[in-house]
């Protein structure tokens, strides 16, 4: 298993940009797992933001950030990134990092039970 940790969150105006980071620790083998970014905000369901294969080739998106968001990872350091740049108060909720060791979730990797604390994000108008 990887232990998660993510930083970077705050709160910035509407169409400015953060970089979220994930610092992966523990046993298991990082460049296997692919690795994603969910989000949820109070009273809303989870939503699926991002998803990168273990070699960093292929990504996902989810509609509502294509284009605006690029997530990224560093084997070496065993790290994850999500870059959001124009940033909308409906993008505001609590941002998680997650693993997915057999790469079954898809968008929907916030159903793997290897995930951070999260950290918070507000955009205001």
């Known amino acids: 298993q990887v232990q998660l940790l993510e930083s970077g969150g705050g709160s910035v105006q509407a169409g400015g940009s953060l970089t979220l980071s994930c610092a992966a620790s523990?046993?298991?083998?990082?460049?296997?797992?692919?690795m994603g970014w969910f989000r949820q905000a109070p009273g809303k369901e989870r939503e699926g933001v991002a998803r990168?294969?273990?070699?960093?080739?292929?990504?996902l998106y989810g509609d509502a950030v294509k284009g605006r968001f690029t997530i990224a990872r560093d084997n070496v350091k065993k790290t994850l990134s999500l870059q959001m740049n124009s940033l909308k108060p409906e993008d505001s909720a609590m941002y998680y990092c997650?693993?997915?060791?057999?790469?079954?979730?898809?968008?929907?990797?916030?159903?793997?039970?290897?995930r951070g604390q999260g950290t918070q994000v507000t955009v205001s108008s």
């Open positions: 990168i294969s273990p070699n960093g080739e292929h990504t």
């Open positions: 523990g046993d298991g083998f990082y460049s296997v797992y692919c």
């Open positions: 997650a693993g997915d060791v057999y790469c079954q979730y898809g968008l929907a990797i916030f159903d793997s039970p290897e």
